[in-house]
């Protein structure tokens, strides 16, 4: 079954402008990811925030975790064109970084 | 960018063919993976590996095979391809623990 779930599925901003996506899991986690795919390529990292952490920053990215309501959210900050792409939050249940159970992703489109 | 390369990165091929997807990384990671992903959709995971001789099943049902015989080297193999095994098939590499997974472009294989 489908362990991250992100919301929405596809948000359009201008240049400038943050966006907020947000995820959600059902079982508890050792930590969780979040990945951007540019099309046709691989998955790049972003940023792993811990279980026993809840707010992490790298850059234009600040991703908060609540492990109380399963639920994470990603806000890129003073959007650029090229962040267009998707984003994929997984989850790493174990700790081992074993098996990372990915979301359905969410489609960002930055207007220039 | 991460040192994984999947070849090749576009495979037409007919029915009942052998087929067999090459991915390397050079970073020495022991941890390895395959995930099928159709388009705009989920990554599912196909097969892991966590070193040398050790191939695991993933979540998702497959009927492509792995084998682990280097450690910079984890090619899939499937038998005998059908329609259905159309998809893009992504390969990634870990330390493992809290480090991230680096992922390949990807081979976008279509059966005819």
């Known amino acids: 079954s489908q362990q991250g779930e992100e919301d929405p599925q596809a948000l359009s901003i201008q240049e400038g402008e943050n966006a907020t996506m947000n995820c959600s899991y059902k079982t508890s986690i050792n930590n969780l990811q979040w990945y951007r795919q540019n099309s046709g390529r691989g998955l790049v990292h972003l940023i792993l925030?811990?279980?026993?952490?809840r707010e992490k920053h790298s850059g234009r990215l600040r991703v908060t975790l609540d492990t109380s309501k399963k639920s994470s959210s990603l806000l890129i900050t003073a959007s650029r064109a090229a962040d267009t792409a998707s984003y994929f939050c997984?989850?790493?249940?174990?700790?081992?970084?074993?098996?990372?159970?990915f979301g359905k992703g969410i489609t960002l489109s930055v207007r220039p | 960018e991460a040192d994984i390369y999947q070849t090749p990165r576009y495979l037409v091929i007919g029915t009942g063919k052998k087929i067999t997807l090459e991915c390397s990384q050079t970073?020495?990671?022991?941890?390895m993976y395959w995930y099928q992903q159709d388009p705009g959709m989920e990554l599912h995971l196909i097969h892991y590996?966590?070193?040398?001789?050790?191939?695991e099943k993933g979540d998702l049902s497959s009927e492509s095979t792995v084998s682990r015989i280097r450690t910079e080297h984890f090619p899939l193999t499937l038998e005998s391809a059908r329609p259905s095994h159309t998809s893009q098939y992504l390969c990634?590499?870990?330390?493992?623990?809290?480090?991230?997974?680096?992922f390949g472009d990807g081979t976008r294989l279509s059966i005819l």
């Open positions: 997984a989850t790493d249940a174990t700790g081992a970084n074993s098996k990372l159970t």
């Open positions: 970073m020495g990671h022991d941890k």
């Open positions: 925030i811990r279980s026993n952490e």
């Open positions: 590996s966590y070193g040398v001789n050790s191939t």
């Open positions: 990634a590499s870990s330390k493992g623990g809290y480090q991230p997974q680096h």
